[in-house]
């Protein structure tokens, strides 16, 4: 059956094959007893069509929020998919935060009951507890992909029995930094498994080339919807104070954690007062106004094109005629003057079949502003919280705790017998107020060149992963080296033929002749033995007269002179010894000058 769905290209609806979508009634009856114990009574839309997938062992992309039932989702066919009689991890699911690793396995012990066995694992705590759940034989682990590496490194986690690996959140992990870990987690999978899923509020560039690296050809699901331009562009709006709006920004901005983008600002006035602060707060941006020269205007474009800038500020004016790729958010700090302008600023994010998010700042007045503009183009705005320290201090956390993990990993067993020495040091600066500025002090500068650049994040797309991509190029390298050697062998053999080469006026001469005497070298070595007999007089000659001047030299020309007439081997003395002629004349020149 084909069902309707919304790409991300371009936010229209598109039909891609896929499994019919499943409901309460039609549900297996392990599944429906699930249900009862979680308290259900029907599926939510998202989970009526995402659960098929899931079943069907169809890789699946799905577009959901949070609060959306997407945890039920894909916890629920486990239930239908785990074996409880092997005590082996079966299905992975990576998420972003430990708060979420500990929601997702509260909700999976509920819906598996006395079933599969569960287990939470996320960095900031002790591994007593999750190495006891997987001596238990835990088959659903749930964790941050830091801490999920961990275990996979000292061989307390073993993924050779997993089925199915899930991806809650895949935006957020992007963000929080956790790609470089969920690259080395790929490298503990199995060859072949049932299937992989991914959930996300927004599918940007950088989370479609992470699909394609864990997925083969996953299809793209999203709920259904009357309105316009939903699936390609998340439109939130945050109320806010009408004064401070720039400190809200920067939380916003640690909170979202962008690779890139553009924030829009009615007059030039806060535009460059805005860019001022990002950078003095140690964010990577810059301001671009009416004002700008066309020299600096086209040095700034040519930085944030080549990623070499995160943020830009910029007037409606200044930003006209600005198509900067993969652009994930736009910030506004207040609705625009035009209300068509807010269709303008805000289309420059979610192109080439990505999505993206446009947050805008909005007061008490401005909020009805906003209200128009979605009344105007049929928009449905989503109120998001206003970010306090908390929530700062929190994805902070996760950000430290992932960048400390990752360093200690790298350390050797010498080098963590150093850091040992500090624990004490630590214990007693912990227990200080005062010295607890110590150690903000430090993790703030740890902290801060993150700000600078973008999160780490797929740059290519490589080919999936059960397409088993390793074995063809270990094959191919294993091929192309096999048939270049056997060519390239029989000339280095001959190498060693090539002493002829030092004779370099009989190769400017007649090339060919030293080809033909590289056949035979012993003949060549002849007249090098010939010139070293001569040798021994000239040590008897130095023995019966020290003097320089009594040498007696012309006895080794004379023995030269004869083989120049016998034959060709004569001929290549002959070219070289006259050299040695004007060498031993000059020398004999030298003492009769003095």
Not at 132 to 153: K, Q, S, Y
Not at 313 to 320: I, N, P, S
Not at 393 to 419: D, F, H, M, P, S
Not at 483 to 511: N, V
Request: aromatic share 6%; net charge neutral.
């Amino acid at each position: 059956m084909e069902n309707d769905t919304q790409h991300p290209d371009n936010g229209t609806e598109t039909t891609e094959t896929g499994p019919a979508p499943i409901t309460f009634d039609t549900l297996p009856e392990n599944l429906r007893q699930a249900c009862e114990r979680a308290g259900w009574d029907r599926l939510m839309p998202v989970q009526e069509r995402a659960i098929p997938f899931l079943l069907d062992n169809q890789d699946v992309m799905v577009q959901a929020r949070t609060g959306s039932g997407k945890t039920g989702a894909f916890v629920l066919p486990l239930v239908h998919k785990l074996d409880p009689s092997r005590h082996t991890c079966q299905a992975l699911v990576m998420v972003p935060t430990r708060e979420l690793a500990k929601q997702v396995a509260q909700e999976a012990r509920m819906l598996a009951g006395d079933g599969f066995k569960v287990v939470a694992v996320y960095g900031g705590v002790g591994y007593k507890e999750q190495l006891d759940a997987f001596r238990e034989g835990a088959n659903l682990v749930v964790g941050t992909p830091g801490r999920i590496l961990d275990h996979l490194m000292r061989r307390n986690l073993t993924l050779d029995d997993l089925k199915v690996l899930i991806f809650d959140e895949a935006d957020r992990m992007l963000s929080v930094g956790f790609y470089p870990d969920m690259l080395e987690v790929k490298r503990y999978l199995p060859r072949n498994i049932d299937g992989a899923f991914m959930f996300s509020a927004t599918f940007p560039p950088s989370v479609l080339r992470l699909a394609e690296e864990f997925m083969v050809k996953p299809q793209f699901m999203s709920l259904s919807s009357d309105e316009e331009n939903v699936s390609a562009i998340a439109h939130q709006f945050v109320e806010v104070p009408a004064m401070g709006k720039e400190r809200k920004l920067i939380k916003l901005i640690e909170l979202e954690n962008p690779s890139s983008a553009i924030i829009f600002s009615n007059t030039k006035r806060n535009v460059e007062f805005t860019a001022a602060l990002l950078s003095q707060f140690g964010f990577d941006a810059e301001g671009l106004t009416s004002d700008l020269t066309q020299n600096k205007r086209e040095a700034l474009m040519t930085r944030i094109k080549a990623g070499q800038l995160r943020f830009l500020v910029a007037t409606d004016v200044a930003a006209r005629g600005i198509d900067i790729p993969e652009l994930s958010h736009v910030f506004m700090m207040e609705p625009p003057e035009d209300p068509e302008s807010y269709v303008h600023r805000a289309g420059r994010t979610g192109r080439a079949g990505a999505t993206g998010t446009a947050i805008t700042m909005v007061d008490v007045i401005q909020k009805m502003e906003l209200e128009r503009i979605a009344a105007r183009f049929k928009i449905h705005f989503e109120e998001i919280k206003d970010p306090t320290e908390d929530d700062v201090t929190a994805i902070i956390g996760e950000r430290l705790t992932a960048i400390l993990e990752k360093k200690y990993r790298k350390l050797t067993n010498l080098q963590r017998e150093r850091v040992s020495r500090f624990l004490p040091l630590v214990k007693k600066y912990a227990e200080d107020e005062e010295s607890l500025a110590l150690l903000a002090m430090l993790l703030d500068e740890l902290y801060q060149p993150t700000l600078h650049g973008k999160p780490a994040e797929p740059d290519t797309a490589p080919e999936p992963r059960r397409e088993r991509p390793a074995p063809r190029e270990r094959g191919g390298r294993d091929r192309r080296p096999a048939d270049k050697p056997r060519e390239r062998r029989p000339e280095r053999s001959a190498r060693p033929e090539q002493p002829a080469r030092t004779e370099e006026p009989a190769r400017d001469d007649e090339p060919r002749e030293p080809r033909a005497q590289q056949q035979e070298p012993g003949e060549s070595r002849e007249p090098r033995a010939a010139k070293e007999q001569p040798r021994p007089p000239r040590s008897r000659g130095r023995r019966a007269a020290k003097p320089q001047n009594d040498r007696p030299a012309p006895e080794p020309k004379a023995a030269p002179e004869e083989p120049r007439d016998s034959g060709p081997a004569g001929d290549e003395d002959g070219e070289s010894r006259p050299k040695v002629k004007r060498r031993r004349r000059r020398r004999r020149r030298k003492p009769s000058g003095s």
